[in-house]
């Protein structure tokens, strides 16, 4: 099993910057992706970046610019770097792990950004 814990949310003025962290733990060999989804009152979870033990990344278009998502490897950690964070970012942010041979990932408890003046 992986156990997955997020930190790094809080409550930020439009045009500001967060960092996300999540750390996972227990079998975390053969992770071969982590990344983010997010998920805002009314609306379905969506992702929002991903990264490979490779380093390629992929993004939502709309952060594309704004966020950027890294990784340890050995350590099983990523983060996630948001700048220029806008009202329509605010949502739980969920980190998900996968390993090579699950056929699904797991997931984070979530934290709350909140993008509010």
């Known amino acids: 099993q992986v156990q997955l814990v997020e930190s790094g949310g809080g409550l930020v003025h439009p045009g500001g910057s967060l960092r996300l962290s999540c750390a996972a733990s227990?079998?975390?060999?053969?992770?071969?992706?982590m990344g983010w989804y997010r998920q805002a009152p009314g609306n379905e979870r969506e992702l929002v970046a991903t990264?490979?033990?490779?380093?390629?990344?992929n993004y939502a278009d709309s952060v594309k610019g704004r966020f950027t998502i890294s990784r340890d490897n050995a350590k099983g950690t990523t983060n996630l770097q948001m700048n220029s964070l806008k009202s329509e970012d605010t949502a739980v942010y969920y980190c998900?792990?996968?390993?090579?041979?699950?056929?699904?990932?797991?997931w984070g408890q979530g934290t709350r950004v909140s993008v509010s003046s």
């Open positions: 227990g079998s975390i060999f053969s992770i071969t992706s």
């Open positions: 998900y792990a996968k390993r090579a041979y699950d056929r699904k990932p797991y």
């Open positions: 990264i490979t033990t490779s380093g390629d990344t």
